[in-house]
């Protein structure tokens, strides 16, 4: 059986506020980009932040990286891509990558971990009924 890849993309512009005194993107920006990827990813497939709150099963982030490549300038078009990284364990691991859509160069990679916590905010070891679920729609068990 062939291994199933989810992924999606976002292009977008740097805008000013995004950048250093050098015209660089300054580093805490790419967290904010990597957040936006896990939107349109969650928009894509129905796995939003709006259903674990629905669920009661908040996902936070306990491991954020981040490899820069090549600097991205105010007003440059980017595009990132998220690439689920399937997993038996209790988490949810992402990739990304963000490329120049005009040469697809590659500025930076990146993965985020997030762990589910249970209602009384503690670690769960066991993915959530509703994670197995949304798993099986996309045969990733």
Sequence with gaps: MDEVILKASKE???RFSEVDSMNIVW???YALYFE????????VYGL?????LEKEYPAPLVDLTFRYIKP??????????????????AKIVFDYEIHLPE?????????????FLNKERNLMLTNPLF???????????
């Excluded at 980017?78 to 038996?88: G, P, Q, V």
Aim: a neutral charge; aromatic letters at 16%.
């Design 48 to 52: 939003s932040y709006q259903l674990f």
């Design 103 to 115: 040469d697809e160069s590659l500025v930076t990679t990146g993965t985020s971990i997030q762990v």
């Design 27 to 29: 580093h805490g920006s």
């Design 36 to 43: 936006d990827a896990r939107e349109e990813f969650g928009r």
């Design 131 to 141: 994670y197995e679920e949304w798993k099986k729609k996309y045969n990733l068990l």
């Design 72 to 89: 991205l300038f105010y007003g440059q078009r980017a595009r990132i891509d998220i690439t689920y990284r399937n997993t038996r364990a």
């Design 12 to 14: 977008f512009d740097v």
